[in-house]
Structures are given as C-alpha cells and as structure tokens.
C-alpha cells in the first residue's frame, strides 16, 4: 500500500527552524519527484518546492528561497524539508507529494502533477 507520512511540524517562534520528514512506502521512491506543499486556513494550496527524482534538481517557490532546503535520501526512501528563519506567514498545513517523473532531473511545480499525498502536519510560527 503506498504511503507517505509527514512528520516534524510543530509550534516555532519567528527565526526559529523546523524540519519536515516525508517518509514513503509501497512503491519504488527512486522514480518519483517529491513536492511539499503547503495551505494555509482561507488560501489556496501553494507549491513550497520540489526535488528531483535522482535529487539533483530542486525548485522552491520565491518567498522561501534561501530559507529552506529540499534534500532526500532514496535509500531511506524519506525526503526532508529544512525550515530556517521561518516566519509567522509560515504557518500552514505542510504536505508532501509524490509524482512518478519519466526524468531524472525534474521536478513539477503544479499540484495536478502529483499522485500521491500525505495527510498534513501543522507549521505554527508564532511568538
């Protein structure tokens, strides 16, 4: 059965740092790209960034670049979302996404992309 389960949000002050897991299974995790997405309440679900299937592509949306870093260790079959300097407008329902991408080094930036979805965990930054 193929499974994503998100895990590491919580509640952070401004400036703090999080890290997101997104741990997969019940499929070949190698062959497929990974997004993290996010929504907060009232706004639309937005790309937060992507990797490659092989890693070696990332893309991040502009309000967190160079803030946070999307890595992923196929062999663990687990992706992570490194969240530094985060900020109050931060706050969301984090989810991580798997789409199965005939390229190596590409990832997709629509939702319409991806397959499979995890269930969510909660990003509060907050003082």
């Known amino acids: 059965q193929l499974q994503l389960v998100e895990s590491g949000g919580g509640l952070v002050q401004p400036g703090g740092s999080l890290r997101l897991s997104c741990a997969a299974s019940?499929?070949?995790?190698?062959?497929?790209?990974i997004g993290w997405f996010r929504q907060a309440p009232g706004k639309e679900r937005e790309e937060v960034s992507c990797i490659s299937p092989s890693g070696k592509k990332t893309n991040y949306t502009t309000s967190v670049e160079g803030r946070f870093t999307l890595s992923r260790d196929n062999a663990q079959n687990t992706a992570y979302l490194q969240m530094n300097s985060l900020k109050p407008e931060d706050t969301a329902v984090y989810y991580c996404?798997?789409?199965?991408?005939?390229?190596?080094?590409?990832?997709?930036?629509?939702?319409?992309?991806?397959?499979?979805w995890g269930q969510g965990t909660q990003v509060t930054v907050s003082s």
């Open positions: 019940g499929f070949t995790f190698g062959y497929y790209a």
């Open positions: 996404a798997a789409g199965k991408i005939p390229v190596s080094h590409f990832c997709p930036q629509l939702p319409g992309h991806y397959n499979y």
